[in-house]
């Protein structure tokens, strides 16, 4: 028996295609084979600030342990079917797989694919590390899908990761309006969250995409048993072709890091750091909100954009002085901006005080004094009094906001954002895999 790990990428484009509906038409056609699935579908998000990326950004992995006698034929089956349903027309669409075998994955993929998640890596790092490990890698056009689909394999969850039970269409129904029951998607959101998690915002459906995919909708939550109960709540108006559930490491902040000073952060990384702001916010056109936070090594500009709605009203709140964690990927600087953290939350660590300074009541006729002059105290224009020693009185000015973290509302969280209701929580590995998935 051999455990082959099939990990692929980079095969859909922003008109149309779809790495995950390959991936479950793989699940169909290699559980026709009777292979052994060591795990659910892996369904893996790459750092979302890449310039190159088409929609999602997601790499997928399928581990199986299957006869000796079988490796060359599943081999063949993802090749064809990659092939076949390849966005290849599309000139940045550029697939690739990657075939390792082995009952455990090597350190060096594993690193490699927290790199991958977090920061920018190069093809020839990839081909590589392929090459050291004795993994077989299948390549079209330039190659750069081999990175996504060498991070999949390696990527573990083994700390913590979420499911997602992604439901696709009938080819006739792509690209025409989706057909849910919307009374049903919120029926299912009030008996299943917090367990599942963004499927409404306001009222708002966010359960389904809205470009020409082939995928109708799905639902994330903390558990398979959890979105498979949350799905048989959810009424379709229209066919489902087939869904799957998959293991994956959307709503747990993988793509984020600590970064101890501002100096160090890199464009396209994805960070935490901690800072003071340093000046008033600025709204620019659009209605986007920058701030700058300093430390003792820089400055940076820190963008809440107008799709992050009411948190933008966070941001206005914040003074000079207030000391905050940031969290988010980093825009390289431009001939119209600086680099700049677009930030996908918020955590005020302390506030600094806000005060407000009026000058003193005259205590003869209870009118406002005016300035005398430079060191002089001040005098009431009304009856004449002058009072030398007088000063002006401070008031503590109470803030709008307190010190917690603070997230958009879910429409403007990426995919990989841990969700409030994720805050402090992490999923452990099951060693058994629950009712993964459905086809024709």
């Not at 009030?190 to 708002?204: A, H, I």
């Not at 825009?331 to 600086?338: I, K, M, V």
Request: glycine share 6%.
């Amino acid at each position: 028996m051999t455990i082959l790990h099939i990990g692929f990428d980079d095969t859909d484009s922003p008109s149309g295609g779809c790495t995950t509906y390959l991936c479950a038409k793989l699940v169909e056609l290699l559980s026709l084979l009777n292979v052994d699935f060591i795990d659910y579908p892996l369904l893996i998000r790459l750092n979302p600030n890449v310039p190159f990326r088409t929609r999602g950004n997601a790499a997928l992995c399928l581990r199986i342990k299957i006869d000796n006698d079988l490796e060359n034929k599943v081999k063949q089956i993802v090749l064809n079917e990659i092939k076949r349903g390849a966005e290849l027309a599309f000139k940045n669409t550029n697939p690739g797989i990657v075939f390792y075998k082995g009952k455990t994955v090597p350190d060096i993929i594993t690193k490699f694919s927290k790199k991958t998640i977090q920061d920018i890596v190069m093809i020839d790092k990839a081909l590589k590390i392929a090459k050291n490990v004795g993994a077989e890698i299948f390549t079209f056009k330039n190659a750069r899908g081999i990175i996504g689909a060498l991070a999949a394999i390696g990527t573990l969850l083994d700390n913590d990761h979420t499911y997602e039970l992604i439901t696709y269409r009938t080819p006739e129904n792509c690209g025409k309006p989706r057909k849910l029951d919307i009374k049903s998607v919120r029926n299912m959101d009030s008996n299943t969250s917090p367990n599942t998690f963004c499927n409404l915002d306001d009222g708002r459906i966010l359960i389904t995409p809205h470009g020409p995919d082939p995928i109708l909708y799905g639902v994330r939550g903390n558990s398979a048993e959890i979105v498979y109960a949350a799905n048989s709540m959810v009424k379709s108006l229209e066919p489902i072709e087939r869904w799957v559930i998959y293991r994956t490491n959307q709503g747990t902040d993988a793509h984020l890091r600590f970064f101890p000073s501002i100096s160090q952060v890199r464009p396209y990384s994805c960070v935490i750091i901690n800072g003071i702001v340093s000046s008033k916010h600025k709204t620019i056109s659009g209605g986007h909100v920058i701030i700058q936070i300093k430390d003792h090594t820089g400055v940076i500009d820190c963008a809440a954009y107008e799709p992050t709605g009411e948190f933008r009203e966070i941001i206005k709140n914040l003074i000079p002085g207030d000391l905050v964690r940031v969290y988010g990927g980093v825009r390289p600087a431009s001939s119209y901006h600086p680099i700049t953290i677009n930030l996908e939350k918020i955590e005020i660590l302390k506030l600094a005080t806000l005060e407000v300074k009026f000058n003193p009541k005259c205590p003869q006729c209870g009118k406002s004094m005016t300035s005398a002059g430079k060191n002089k105290g001040f005098k009431c224009k009304k009856c004449g009094l002058k009072l030398k020693e007088a000063e002006k009185t401070t008031l503590k000015i109470s803030r709008n906001i307190t010190e917690k973290l603070y997230l958009p509302p879910p429409r403007a969280h990426r995919h990989l954002t841990r969700p409030l209701e994720r805050i402090n929580k992490a999923t452990k590995k099951s060693e058994t895999m629950f009712t993964p998935w459905h086809y024709p």
